[in-house]
């Protein structure tokens, strides 16, 4: 049983452009949120999909979009990234109700130069 | 708003016992949660506490006192790959959105 799988791993862009992160939730789960974690701090919620729909979102711009596909995959979008976009972007899976566990990804390291 | 503060470092040697406090400010509360990170992996749960008092689950104990706003970890018998970044966190209203706290760097020593 697969957990949660994020792609790429590690990439490298330049200001202004475009990132797309893509994850597969855990298998059976239906809702994936989406965190970014700078160095040294704890990760920060940008926004969670259920039912193919945004259902909560954090305090970050609309740069930041996503999607989540009918397989309840999902992707993160940021665009004009920015130097302070750097970050470990942790995908989150878990079933709609909100005492079940999360589980995590292993997260992709996005470094803007 | 909606806080949650942990000591940022703390060290201990092999064997021993460690406890990591979190204190929070929250409009709601639902339960406290404790996650492990190794080296900016995947955050990994570890325990759940909704009710005041103690949970255990093998070397890892979770305390939360309601009244006081407060919770902490319980590491025993403290091993190397116990090193790692431990972070206090509560769900974000009623839904299963994280808020996480600062995070506490444990270095454990031979």
């Known amino acids: 049983d697969a957990g949660v799988t994020q792609s790429p791993t590690h990439l490298i862009k330049t200001r202004g452009q475009q990132v797309t992160l893509r994850c597969s939730p855990k298998?059976?789960?239906?809702?994936v949120s989406w965190y970014q974690q700078a160095l040294g701090q704890g990760p920060q919620f940008i926004f969670q999909?259920?039912?193919?729909?945004?259902?909560q979102r954090g305090n970050f711009p609309d740069r930041f979009s996503g999607h989540q596909f009918p397989n309840y995959s999902s992707e993160l979008n940021v665009n004009a990234l920015l130097l302070g976009d750097s970050a470990l972007y942790l995908c989150?899976?878990?079933?709609?109700?909100?005492?079940?566990?999360?589980?995590f990804g292993e997260g992709s390291w996005l470094t803007v130069v | 708003g909606q806080s949650l503060e942990q000591p940022s470092e703390v060290t201990a040697v092999e064997g021993a016992i460690v406890q990591i406090n979190c204190t929070y400010q929250?409009?709601?509360?639902?339960?406290l949660s404790w996650y492990q990170q190794h080296d900016g992996g995947a955050p990994t749960f570890l325990s759940y506490?909704?009710?005041?008092g103690l949970e255990e689950t093998g070397r890892f104990s979770s305390f939360l006192s309601r009244s006081d706003s407060y919770g902490y970890l319980l590491l025993q018998e403290l091993q190397m790959k116990d090193s790692a970044s431990y972070f206090c966190?509560?769900?974000?209203?009623?839904?299963?959105?994280?808020?996480f706290g600062t995070g506490t760097l444990l270095a454990v020593q031979p």
């Open positions: 929250t409009s709601g509360f639902y339960g």
């Open positions: 506490n909704a009710l005041d």
């Open positions: 989150a899976s878990s079933l709609a109700n909100p005492v079940d566990t999360i589980y």
């Open positions: 298998s059976g789960h239906d809702t």
């Open positions: 966190a509560v769900p974000g209203g009623a839904t299963n959105k994280l808020i």
């Open positions: 999909y259920y039912e193919e729909e945004e259902r």
